[in-house]
């Protein structure tokens, strides 16, 4: 918001419409990968080019490892530090730093490592050559950007097909159906709780409706689960437990909407619903370091069936997590001593936390 209350149009988010940044997740270690490996081959690939002979290649090869090292390390780290900060300003600013960066760092380390390797080279000649070793760094970090660009966009689709499987998933007829027969059978009977029912229901289909292309904080996702629990509890009576472990969740880490929420009812409908005895779902969320580990176990269904609906929602999650946290999300199933696992782990980011205007439940409902 500017000074007068009005929104920022540097700030506005993608789902408004907002252009994608210049400036790559430099913290993921995907990008991390994607940067150095094609840039270490090229460098290998261009010294015998660059060299004047076969016995001036190793100083030659030797000159570029320690300026290409350093300056792609550094900038990768300054990148990570500031993309929050420069991906709010104008396109052209952002290009402006991101060109900026990598070609003042090359002329500081090509500067001093000139110096360092030729004893009789004067502070003009070192600047001199560190000056046309700025342009190709400035190249490729045009050309890496523009790539890591690219690659976003052609994500978008499978990204828009991804939240459409889910919301397709998500609203299935029988699970509407049965949650309003429940509502009608406490009608006479337990009308609060009716009505809190149908407050659980509305926020359920509130969230399944809304774009889900901005990550949210954990503590909603949190919420969402046990509003959907809270429902399923009613229908299913004694048939179902729930035992959450929430003691090390980090409520302000940010993931996709509808992560966890697909796996807490895969949990109920794979793994309690088949049963004719009760079942518990356990859900245990903790930080380690800095990873979010999420274990969501529950009992295997006395008959061994096999439903494709439980692979294909485990895929979209697998899909969902390479788009949003690339090498750095993973998906883990195991299934042993009639127990089904599922552990979900992905980095930890946090921004400040929005809260809005829903209601918040015990921890340990």
Known sequence: MDEAGAPNPQRRRLTDGASLPVLPDCCNLGTIFRVLVPLNLAMLLLV???????????????????????????????????????????????????????????????????????????????????????????????????????????????????????????????????????????????????????????????????DSRELVPLDDEVLLCKEYLTIEKLRLTDRLEVRWNLGEMPGDALLPSLLLQPLVENAVHHGIEPRTEPGEVQIDISRIGDRVRVEIVNPLPEATTERSGNHMALSNIRERLALTFDVEGQLDTMAGDGLFRVVVQFPYRKERRRRDGRRTFDSHR
Not at 61 to 75: D, G, I, M, Q, Y
């Open 48 to 210: 015998p080019v660059a060299a004047p002979d076969m016995a001036s290649m190793p100083m030659t090869l030797l000159r570029a490892v320690l300026v290409v090292e350093p300056v792609a390390l550094l900038t990768l780290a300054v990148f990570c530090a500031m993309r929050r900060l420069i991906n709010g300003w104008k396109l052209g600013l952002q290009w402006a730093f991101a060109l900026a960066v990598p070609g003042v760092l090359t002329l500081l380390v090509a500067t001093l490592a000139d110096q360092a390797l030729r004893a009789d080279a004067t502070l003009g000649q070192s600047l001199e050559w560190a000056m046309l070793a700025a342009l190709p760094a400035i190249a490729a970090t045009a050309a890496i950007a523009e790539f890591l660009r690219l690659r976003l966009v052609s994500m978008q689709p499978s990204q828009a097909e991804g939240r459409l499987q889910a919301l397709q998933a998500r609203i299935r007829p029988h699970f509407l159906f049965n949650s309003l027969n429940t509502v009608l059978g406490m009608m006479r009977s337990d009308p609060r709780q009716a009505e809190r029912t149908l407050e659980n229901l509305a926020d359920l289909f509130r969230v399944f409706m809304k």
